[in-house]
DNA sequence: CTCCCGCAGGTTTTT
DNA sequence: CCTGCGGGAG
């Protein structure tokens, strides 16, 4: 819109303003203190948002560096750059602070961590490391075995999900050892100090702990927590309905150091100062990440001078698309009622295919691609979005046969590859010698004739005398049965990543990574493979390598800070998803998830299966059920102008086929918006019976109400469906009681994944018609349930004060009868 | 110590 | 289906 590039002047207040309704105006022309921006889909948030940035700069007069605005991912970052830059010039968007919870912490603590220290005494230095998934599995494995634990009854996989999950609930090990009550925990607790120590010792942070040491570092350091709060003084917070209790923390401790009780000491307070925080709720799509959608409809209870912004008018999607997509959501439950508006006109009807298979989904794609694009659609324009990355192999089959050419966004990501892990390994462990896992990695790889019994003694050496491995491998003559020739191998080693490490200061790092593939002989080792074998995948591998040694080529040329440092801080925590070129003339394949935020004029959504989407993992529990739902919402309003949703009947996942039926989400629309799907009168699947429980499995399950037999709706509708088509084996019910059995623990009466982790509220326990008294408020009554268990939130009728949304854990509130 | 084979187990979504 | 791992042979 804007064509003020580079325009050294700072923009006026007139074009900051420019087409926008009166609500984006508010918001965009606040003054200080905190506010709420509930932004429905396609309502302009993100035009918001920058130009909120705009006006800080430009009319309120801030300076750049005290703006920092939080994304969810680094792509949002980059574009939310771009928008400010072509608002108020280049030089102006490098010096703000933009960029995800963990890159703007990764970034803080690199400057400051040296100065953090646990309660249990464990440091990092600021050239830590950044652990991924594998590596931190590797740490839990370690701390298991070496806590004689049984891997059956404490699987690392499990356990390292645990520590994540109490990290993003805002506790730390040392806490969590004063909360542990039952054995289960108390293990578990001992296995996340042990984990933590770990990663001290490896000088390296989880993504999590990103997040959580810098929380920590400034509750518990002054000089930090002043530095941070002198120089940040305007925060902007998008997508805030995913937000956890972490991330929250990290925005309350960015915004004030305690909360004055005073009126007059908190307008201070906020002298010079801003939060913002966007959001809408029906968006909440990561409460598997610990994303509490609670925080923001209690964010005007924790800031009560918020300014409360909504803006509800929508500018992306036909009038059809979102009556689409309103007839899904009004299903759920947990939410506040919102209206958005159209500016739009009606549109075409949202198209529906059922295919046989996926292939068969695939084509149909494919030939309205080619329909289209008959009448001059671009493929740019195009979007296909699943629910699962393995379903995007089909489709990729069928494009790449059709000579559509595509790109997919996630995925199996590049640095995901065994050879780039490697090679980032070796980077790795030359920008921190300390890094154990990386050591371990790379040290016998290409091999170098020490096998497991020789790396073991290296690790428990290194472990009994608090050294790090390399420095342990430096020591290897002392070590008891290495023998001669492996201790020596151990010693070159050690001298090679020391020389590294000294050449890493004087050398470019595209030049250091060639150095080192060269050296190490890695590169030399799969030429060799390639040579012997002529195996396809081994080229395949060569040519990852040198294409890492263009992506640091690149990063040298267009980086601000060309450092080993950065690169490495980078690739960690850089996605594909990243750098896919959305500009480029192709589809574009994604999973629901990664199109958050985005918008497309045509979008396929593929799958709308039960079982697929909503997925089997959330048939059982009604919150997760809607979250699909929302998920759903998210998916049908990144279309603009032209919906289609499929379906197939028959679909093989493992390898093996199995036989589906068409998504609840599909009965729910209003047929007059949908052509091509004819809602089953008998389907067991309409809104009503949609927070039942479908997963009930087996004939176990207890007879049903209204006269059912004894089998859940889901197996009745399939079974009359599909029953003698498929039959036996790979029909999908049998395989339903599996997953149940598996997320059963040993001894463990929750069924729920985290329930072992977290204390449990104590509140009085309300239902929907319950009459209740409350202090402020007077008599009323609950009209709403939302969330479940120890997240339950009443949505109570007041007899005189209206309706409120009120936290049973911190509102008091008195059952009558 | 390395290589190779067979088997079990796991796939939701991502920073 | 595909990966990672353990066990056994060379």
Not at 186 to 191: A, P, Y
Not at 336 to 351: D, I
Not at 641 to 669: A, H
């Amino acid at each position: 819109m804007q064509t003020t590039n580079f325009q050294p002047q700072p923009v006026t207040r007139q074009q900051l303003l420019d087409k926008l309704n009166t609500q984006q105006q508010d918001a965009v022309s606040l003054g200080w203190g905190p506010a709420l921006v509930v932004a429905g889909a396609g309502s302009g948030k993100t035009t918001v948002l920058t130009r909120r940035v705009a006006w800080l700069l430009s009319e309120l007069r801030q300076p750049p560096y005290s703006v920092m605005a939080v994304t969810f991912t680094n792509k949002a970052a980059a574009q939310m750059k771009s928008r400010v830059e072509s608002l108020l010039g280049e030089g102006v968007a490098k010096r703000l602070t933009i960029g995800t919870f963990h890159s703007i912490c990764a970034r803080i603590l690199r400057r400051e961590i040296s100065a953090y220290e646990s309660a249990e005494g464990f440091k990092w230095k600021s050239n830590f490391v950044i652990y991924d998934e594998t590596d931190t599995l590797n740490v839990v494995k370690g701390v298991v075995s070496k806590l004689n634990l049984d891997e059956k009854v404490f699987a690392p996989k499990e356990m390292r999900h645990s520590i994540s999950a109490l990290k993003n609930d805002g506790l730390n090990a040392h806490q969590y050892s004063q909360e542990a009550r039952n054995y289960r925990d108390q293990r578990l607790s001992e296995i996340f100090t042990n984990y933590q120590s770990e990663l001290a010792r490896n000088n390296a942070l989880d993504f999590d702990d990103l997040i959580a040491l810098f929380n920590d570092l400034m509750e518990q350091n002054e000089e930090v927590r002043r530095r941070v709060h002198d120089q940040y003084r305007h925060l902007l917070v998008d997508e805030f309905q995913d937000t956890n209790k972490a991330q929250y923390r990290f925005i309350r401790l960015l915004s004030f150091d305690e909360n004055p009780q005073d009126e007059g000491m908190r307008r201070q307070r906020w002298e010079n100062r801003s939060l913002m925080v966007v959001g809408d709720v029906d968006q909440s799509i990561y409460s598997w990440r610990k994303a509490d959608f609670r925080i923001i409809l209690g964010f005007q209870n924790d800031f009560k001078e918020a300014a409360v912004v909504k803006l509800e008018e929508n500018y992306r999607s036909t009038a059809t698309i979102l009556q689409v997509a309103n007839s899904i959501i009004i299903n759920n439950s947990e939410r506040l009622e919102k209206t958005l508006r159209c500016n739009r006109g009606e549109g075409g009807k949202v198209r529906c295919y059922g295919a046989s298979d996926e292939i068969d989904e695939a084509f149909f794609v494919v030939d309205e691609l080619k329909r289209l694009g008959a009448r001059s659609l671009r493929l740019s324009d195009c979007c296909i979005l699943y629910r699962t990355n393995a379903q995007s192999r089909a489709i990729e089959e069928v494009l790449v046969r059709s000579g559509i050419p595509y790109v997919m966004v996630g995925g199996t990501r590049f640095y995901d590859r065994a050879e780039i892990k490697d090679v980032i390994a070796y980077m790795k462990l030359v920008y921190n010698p300390d890094d154990g896992i990386g050591f371990q990695r790379v040290v016998n790889n290409p091999r170098r004739g020490l096998g497991k019994t020789t790396l073991e003694r290296v690790a428990e050496y290194a472990a009994q005398n608090n050294l790090s491995q390399i420095d342990a491998a430096s020591q290897a003559t002392a070590i008891s049965d290495v023998s001669p020739k492996a201790a020596k191998t151990l010693i070159d080693f050690a001298n090679s990543v020391r020389r590294w490490q000294t050449m890493s200061g004087v050398m470019s790092v595209a030049a250091l990574l060639e150095l080192v593939l060269r050296e190490s002989t890695y590169l030399a080792a799969l030429e060799k493979d390639a040579a012997e074998s002529k195996d396809e995948v081994v080229l395949g591998r060569i040519d990852n390598v040198r294409e890492l040694v263009v992506v640091a080529q690149e990063f040298e040329q267009s980086a601000d800070e060309p450092t080993l440092e950065s690169f490495l801080t980078r690739i960690s925590l850089v996605s594909d998803l990243d750098s896919a070129d959305m500009n480029q003339d192709s589809i574009k394949l994604m999973t629901l998830h990664s199109a958050k935020g985005l918008e497309f004029p045509t979008v396929f959504m593929l799958g709308l299966e039960e079982g697929l989407f909503p997925h089997i993992r959330s048939l059982n529990s009604p919150s997760a059920l809607e979250e699909e739902r929302r998920l759903m919402y998210v998916g049908v309003t990144r279309a603009e102008d032209r919906l289609y949703l499929t379906y197939s009947r028959r679909r093989s996942t493992y390898g093996e086929t199995s036989y589906t039926i068409p998504s609840r989400f599909l009965s729910e629309i209003n047929g007059e918006y949908l052509q091509g799907f004819q809602a089953d009168p008998e389907s067991a699947f309409r809104a009503e019976s949609g927070s039942k429980s479908y997963a009930s499995g087996g004939s176990y399950a207890p007879p049903q109400e209204r006269g059912r037999p004894a089998r859940s709706g889901y197996e009745e509708y399939s079974e009359e469906r599909h029953g003698r088509l498929g039959g036996g084996k790979n029909d999908v019910l049998q395989q339903k009681p599996k997953p149940r059995v598996l997320s059963r623990r040993p001894g463990g009466e929750g069924a729920e994944e985290q329930s072992s982790v977290k204390p449990v509220a104590n509140f009085q326990r309300l239902c929907v018609g319950d009459n209740v008294m409350h202090a402020k408020f007077g008599v009323g009554k609950v009209s709403q349930v939302i969330g479940e268990g120890d997240k339950e939130l009443y949505n109570v009728e007041f007899q005189t004060a209206g309706k409120r949304l009120l936290d049973p854990r911190f509102a008091k509130l008195v059952k009558l009868d």
